[in-house]
């Protein structure tokens, strides 16, 4: 028992560590061990393009996943961010291909889209006090069918790159010469650094992390558990406005219908990462983390011979262990 506790003493002492975090410091492991592993199987996967590949899917999943962690923290959940994001992406393309307007203008409508979906989201949950699985799931049936109706049930096709609207594409991809450069990831890194510094550094994060931790408690304190609690679903819905840009700026067309079980992804990379789902805890360099272990699974699987039902049911299992993790952490923290 004192070998254990000294052991744990000698981690907890070790700057690297104290500073990673044990469990972010395993799941980087897991992604380097998935990588190597993917590499060995399949020469096909140690190419450049699979690293582009990665990033493209990781974009979109990273948005939805800072959001939901926030809503994570606070007990609470939001399963409309997958059917959401298309439906944003949708009504924001409709404007600019429909209607005429400039690709900013669809930009600014599709991350407004998710504003106000989050401001629903944190109505039903903090005022009416729906239980947020309830909630969410409501409001992502709502998004699955307002999408197609307000795109007239038709795919929609954001200007391309290389037309004169088609510069939102360059913000996650370029191309300079013959190579493609990401320069998505320098935005996910940019807002992970901003998103973890108001979370861990600001009243916004503190009061987000009580409401989880103790919701009776903060309010008794004085804190106006409403409207943080909303804030909350407000942020969430933000993010999965900007998913909504990232993933028009990925796929040549966005389809109606589509984006149920991208949650999944999302959730489960915040719950990979560290977040916990009975709330009061959560990391956003966590959630960065947990999402690149969903990204290499998606992206290695196909190239080692899996196909897309072999991947559910491997992401099924992943989510399991992490929920498991989650659970037992819960226990020992009591």
Known sequence: MAG????????????????????????????????AFFCIKSEAFRQYSTILSILDYSYYITFMAIGVTFALITGGNDLSIGTGMVCYALIGGYVVTKLGMPVGVGMLVTVICGLLMGVLNGVLVAILEIPPFIATLCTMMIARGLGPIAAESMSVTWPQAGTPQGWFRSLFKITIGDTKYPMGFLWIVLLVILMTIILNKTRIGRYIIAIGSNKEATRLSGVNVIKWHILAYVICGFFTGLAGIAYAA???????????GLE????????????SMKGGSGS??????????MSMLKTGLPYIGQQANMQQIITGIVLIVAVFIDVIRSKKQK
């Open 264 to 275: 999944l992804d999302a959730i489960c990379g915040a719950i990979i990462g560290g977040t």
């Open 4 to 35: 254990k506790e000294k052991k744990s003493n000698v981690l907890a002492a070790n700057p690297l560590l104290a500073k990673i975090g044990g469990q972010r410091l395993v799941v980087l492991l897991v992604i380097i061990v998935l990588f």
């Open 250 to 260: 990925t796929f040549q067309a966005v389809a109606p219908g589509t984006g149920a």
């Open 284 to 293: 956003i360099v966590g959630t960065l983390l947990g999402v690149f272990v």
